[in-house]
């Protein structure tokens, strides 16, 4: 919220109004000295000293910005710098340390192989998120990604192209369908599964899974459990010949491999089938064709979870698109961390945590970010194109709570005793939630 004095358009000077409100590097101390009994007279004069330290902290940050104490005149990694302008020189309402929000799948290595490639960023490299991981993998037309099961749920969305997916039941029931751009899977741990590319060229896609030290590379794999199975027992096991047995084994491990294209959907269900083995689940959701779940004028929002895609009990989405100088307004998450892919378009997002720490951070079509349980954050389009990104939780449901709505629902005299507005313009505030607020 603004203070009224505040007259200078960029958002950093704006941002400047709240700043006595900031706590400096100690307040825990402060705390602990509440908790040993210390007298209000001696904590309040301890409280006002800080404040006092860090609006002269504050004070000498915006004389650095205005002479060459910011400057760098040795070495600079110039391109980085640009595409992170908001943590080089962050604003001055960022304060102390709430650990690592950001990284990009452009920074870690990506396993190629024939038929495809597939990268991962899990708390290896980011290590603030310890609920969800992230592996972005590419397939070309007619190759798979070989049968395989997981330790964690694989949530995932469709970025290009088209693939069929399979899946199947502990009772043996099987779901097999097609997949395009914006549609979305769920595959339940331990359930087997595959990944097939189809034409005209394959496709790319992000998997979203609800471990955050989960990697790709340990996979349960199908050519895994066939090379490392003595073949007596392979034999016994398929009813099949030593012989046949001897020849099964391709690769001791596929992962990504080459294929022909499949058949048409209608063939590959009759084959494995027909309705006498149709999976009473759905696995897949078109997130892509769903009305938004809330549109604006500065965008939408869409929002998918077990209340309207059954069987994703552990991961809710939200995909936001936010218009050029569009907000998505300040809130917080009461129910899980935030683990966000960034798809398009340029935004800076403001995170502030408890003892008046607070980070500012520039993303990128490519990137991650990760916000803290209950941290205030809000997340603004910089650029002039619109920005697209997921929000993913390990939860049941998309769960948020809007600061402009919990103003608005308090009775006024309660919020004009915190902050310097009257009631005229405590009612210029949003009174419903907005999730995105035009620019």
Same mark, same amino acid.
Request: aromatic residues 8%; charged residues 25%; hydrophobic residues 40%.
């Given at each position: ?16 109004? /709240? ?30 000293? #800080?404040?006092? #330290? ?32 908001? /943590?080089?020189?962050? &604003? ?50 007619? /190759? ?13 969305? %469709?970025?290009?192209?088209? #693939? @069929?997916?399979?899946? %199947? ?28 590319? !189809? ?14 030290? =989960?990697?790709?590379?340990?996979? =349960? ?39 022909? !294209? ?22 897949? =959701? ?5 009305? &938004? ?45 935030e683990w966000q892919f960034w798809l398009a378009g340029k935004g800076r997002m403001g995170i502030i945590m408890n003892e008046?720490?607070? @980070? ?9 970010? =990760? ?20 929000? %993913? ?14 103003? @608005? ?20 505030? &949003? /009174? ?5 607020? &035009?620019?």
């Amino acid at each position: 919220m603004r203070e009224q004095n505040e007259t200078k358009p960029s958002i950093e000077e704006e941002n400047r109004a /709240s700043e006595p409100q900031e706590s400096k590097p100690g307040t825990e101390g402060l705390s602990r000295r509440a908790f040993l009994g210390v007298g209000s007279a001696g904590l309040a004069t301890a409280t006002l000293a #800080a404040l006092t #330290a860090h609006a002269q902290e504050t004070q000498d940050t915006r004389k650095a910005e205005k002479d060459t104490s910011a400057s760098n005149p040795a070495q600079e990694n110039k391109p980085l710098l640009e595409e992170n302008p908001s /943590s080089n020189m962050p &604003p001055p309402t960022d304060h102390g340390d709430i650990g690592p929000v950001w990284y990009s799948f452009d920074l870690v290595h990506k396993r190629v192989q024939e038929g495809g490639w597939t990268h991962e960023v899990n708390a290896t490299v980011l290590p603030t998120s310890r609920d969800l991981a992230g592996v972005n993998m590419r397939l070309t037309a007619g /190759s798979f990604r070989e049968l395989h099961w997981h330790t964690a749920d694989e949530w995932a969305i %469709m970025l290009s192209g088209n #693939a @069929r997916v399979t899946v %199947m039941n502990p009772d043996g029931t099987m779901f097999i369908d097609d997949v395009g751009k914006g549609d979305l899977w769920l595959f339940p741990a331990g359930f087997p599964h595959s990944i097939q590319g !189809l034409g005209p060229d394959g496709c790319e896609f992000l998997l979203v899974f609800d471990q955050g030290d =989960f990697s790709e590379d340990g996979t =349960f794999l199908f050519s895994e459990t066939i090379a490392h199975t003595p073949r007596n027992i392979l034999a016994k096991n398929f009813g099949l010949e030593k012989e046949t047995v001897a020849k099964l084994v391709k690769s001791p491990s596929l992962y990504i491999f080459p294929a022909d !294209l499949p058949l048409s959907l209608a063939q590959d269900k009759s084959a494995a089938g027909g309705r006498r083995v149709e999976s009473p689940f759905k696995y897949t =959701f078109k997130m892509e064709a769903m009305a &938004p779940t809330r549109k604006t004028a500065g965008g939408e929002v869409r929002v998918v979870d077990s209340r309207n895609f059954p069987v994703s009990k552990n991961v809710a989405a939200a995909l936001v698109t936010l218009k050029p100088g569009a907000l998505r307004e300040l809130h917080w998450h009461p129910n899980a961390n935030e683990w966000q892919f960034w798809l398009a378009g340029k935004g800076r997002m403001g995170i502030i945590m408890n003892e008046g720490r607070a @980070r500012t951070m520039d993303f990128n079509a490519n990137d991650v970010g =990760f916000v803290p349980r209950v941290a205030t954050h809000y997340i603004e389009n910089t650029g002039k194109t619109d920005v697209v990104f997921l929000e %993913m939780f390990k939860a049941d449901e998309f769960v948020d709570i809007s600061l402009n709505q919990w103003l @608005r629902r308090l009775p006024p005299e309660a919020v004009t005793a915190h902050v310097n507005l009257d009631r005229e313009q405590l009612a210029k505030i &949003p /009174s419903e939630k907005e999730l995105v607020i &035009p620019g």
